[in-house]
């Protein structure tokens, strides 16, 4: 037992361990993601579309797009990385500005934007704009030696996080404001604020939301629906009702794929905020435990990324993503269990939406190129030679070095005629 151990520590302190891991945790739930998408949305889509393919197709189109922007994301140096935060946090908040004075409203929220026939949510890329712009303030800060002052902790962060939050409340969305301000949160926690001013934000941001729910009727009568559901169900407390029930359906083993009850015109919303209740109802408490154990992977391997590096950016930005991608999880998944109030907030590379499915692969696109930029990972790459894509160009003939010849290597090498050779030309 002890020499098992052993080895699955040796295994987990190898130099890729946490791209492996990465990479390993995403595409699982990306895959069950298109797979729940696609059970949970048939009846709804069927009966608004004709078609029962119509939302898993645009889901598919979603994750087809992400796919190569996460691939390309992986490849980038820390320095582009750096140099992307500020302009994705321009093009953040000018989306969120153009949201809040011409976005499309549903359900009472106006969070969308219709670009070009498309419809997408400004306030996704938000929190990965934010979390490298912060990355990158506070790295260029601490290398500069000016972080000994609070000052130069909070300002422009600070503000910039409200500016970003006023924004998305603006469209009735608590979920993301919750999500910036624990990436908030994150960035000085990592960075090594002091205990009174971290826990002085704490403190302000606890304040704010308890401001953000009170200011509106809506969310008062959520968070009164989560303390007792039973008290109105058939109005505030419908959807929660409907999302334990699934839970309770599923039991051990669940129902089996396609087979849930809850998705035919009973749980609203079961391919996006509720997805996982979808996923409990069909594959039981196995399956969900295997989703929470899946994002608890990507957690550590996010934290294994920060723990393994010396350049500050590197170790900011991957803990800033990594709490962004885990809260937001933890905040889904607790709002279909009960625990939490009702947000609104998709569960990521899970719940149907391409404006939430894009950067999230995008932001694990990053949190890749960061675990390749671990020290002991760049000399095992390194050394390890053509990758299998090379490979298959140099075998077509493609490639940049193993399989191009040099000029005139087609010809025949000339060599000395062997004994043999020699005898037959003296004969001639």
């Given at each position: 037992?002890l020499?098992?151990?052993?080895?699955?520590?040796?295994?987990?302190?190898?130099?890729l361990?946490?791209?492996?891991?990465?990479?390993?945790?995403?595409?699982?739930?990306?895959?069950?993601?298109?797979?729940?998408?696609?059970?949970?949305?048939m009846?709804?889509?069927?009966?608004?579309?004709?078609?029962?393919?119509s939302l898993?197709?645009?889901?598919?189109?979603?994750?087809?797009?992400?796919?190569?922007?996460?691939?390309?994301?992986?490849?980038?140096?820390p320095?582009?990385?750096?140099?992307?935060?500020?302009?994705?946090?321009?093009v953040?908040?000018?989306?969120?500005?153009?949201?809040t004075?011409r976005?499309v409203?549903?359900?009472?929220a106006?969070r969308?934007l219709?670009?070009?026939?498309?419809?997408?949510?400004?306030?996704e890329?938000?929190?990965?704009?934010?979390?490298?712009w912060?990355a990158?303030?506070?790295?260029?800060?601490?290398?500069l030696?000016?972080?000994?002052?609070?000052?130069?902790?909070?300002?422009?962060?600070?503000?910039v996080?409200?500016?970003?939050?006023l924004?998305?409340?603006?469209?009735?969305?608590?979920?993301?404001?919750?999500?910036?301000?624990?990436?908030?949160?994150?960035?000085?926690?990592?960075?090594?604020?002091?205990?009174?001013?971290?826990f002085?934000?704490?403190?302000l941001?606890?304040?704010?939301?308890?401001?953000?729910?009170?200011?509106?009727?809506?969310?008062?009568?959520?968070?009164?629906?989560?303390?007792?559901?039973?008290?109105?169900?058939?109005n505030?407390?419908?959807?929660?009702?409907?999302?334990?029930y699934?839970?309770?359906?599923?039991?051990?083993?669940?129902?089996?794929?396609?087979?849930?009850?809850?998705?035919?015109?009973?749980?609203?919303?079961?391919?996006?905020?509720?997805?996982?209740?979808?996923?409990g109802?069909?594959?039981?408490?196995?399956?969900t435990?295997?989703?929470?154990?899946?994002?608890g992977?990507?957690?550590?391997s996010?934290?294994?990324?920060?723990?393994?590096?010396?350049?500050?950016?590197?170790?900011?930005?991957?803990?800033?993503?990594?709490?962004?991608i885990c809260?937001?999880?933890?905040v889904?998944?607790?709002?279909?269990?009960?625990?939490?109030?009702?947000t609104?907030?998709?569960?990521?590379?899970?719940?149907?939406?391409?404006?939430?499915?894009?950067?999230?692969?995008?932001?694990?696109?990053?949190?890749?190129?960061?675990?390749?930029?671990?020290?002991?990972?760049r000399?095992?790459?390194?050394?390890?030679?053509?990758?299998?894509p090379?490979?298959?160009?140099?075998?077509?003939?493609?490639?940049?070095?193993?399989?191009?010849t040099?000029?005139?290597a087609?010809?025949?090498?000339?060599?000395?005629?062997?004994?043999?050779?020699a005898?037959?030309?003296?004969?001639r």
């Amino acid at each position: 037992m002890l020499s098992r151990v052993k080895e699955f520590t040796r295994l987990l302190d190898r130099p890729l361990t946490s791209y492996y891991l990465l990479v390993g945790s995403s595409v699982l739930l990306i895959v069950l993601g298109l797979v729940m998408v696609l059970s949970s949305s048939m009846v709804d889509s069927y009966t608004e579309t004709g078609s029962a393919f119509s939302l898993f197709l645009k889901q598919a189109v979603a994750a087809l797009i992400g796919i190569p922007l996460m691939l390309l994301a992986s490849r980038l140096p820390p320095r582009t990385l750096r140099l992307l935060g500020g302009p994705l946090l321009l093009v953040s908040i000018v989306l969120l500005v153009i949201t809040t004075f011409r976005g499309v409203e549903y359900y009472g929220a106006t969070r969308w934007l219709n670009i070009g026939g498309i419809t997408v949510q400004a306030s996704e890329p938000a929190k990965l704009a934010f979390a490298l712009w912060g990355a990158n303030l506070l790295a260029r800060k601490e290398e500069l030696r000016e972080l000994t002052e609070w000052r130069h902790l909070l300002v422009p962060l600070l503000p910039v996080c409200g500016i970003l939050v006023l924004l998305v409340l603006m469209g009735s969305d608590l979920g993301t404001s919750f999500v910036l301000m624990a990436v908030l949160v994150a960035l000085l926690w990592i960075i090594g604020a002091p205990g009174r001013l971290f826990f002085g934000v704490v403190g302000l941001v606890g304040l704010l939301v308890a401001i953000m729910i009170a200011v509106e009727p809506y969310r008062l009568k959520r968070l009164t629906a989560f303390l007792n559901p039973e008290a109105d169900p058939f109005n505030s407390g419908y959807q929660l009702l409907h999302g334990l029930y699934a839970l309770g359906t599923g039991g051990l083993l669940g129902v089996g794929i396609g087979a849930s009850r809850e998705k035919w015109g009973h749980l609203p919303h079961p391919e996006s905020d509720f997805i996982f209740a979808i996923i409990g109802e069909e594959f039981g408490l196995l399956g969900t435990l295997l989703v929470i154990g899946l994002f608890g992977v990507l957690g550590y391997s996010g934290l294994r990324v920060a723990a393994r590096t010396t350049d500050p950016f590197v170790r900011l930005s991957a803990v800033a993503i990594t709490t962004w991608i885990c809260v937001q999880a933890m905040v889904n998944i607790g709002t279909v269990i009960g625990v939490l109030p009702v947000t609104g907030i998709p569960l990521p590379f899970v719940s149907a939406g391409g404006s939430s499915l894009i950067p999230t692969m995008l932001g694990m696109g990053v949190l890749l190129a960061l675990a390749r930029n671990e020290p002991a990972a760049r000399s095992a790459l390194s050394a390890r030679g053509p990758t299998y894509p090379q490979r298959a160009l140099s075998w077509l003939g493609l490639g940049n070095s193993a399989g191009r010849t040099a000029p005139g290597a087609d010809r025949a090498p000339k060599t000395r005629p062997t004994q043999v050779q020699a005898r037959r030309n003296r004969r001639r």
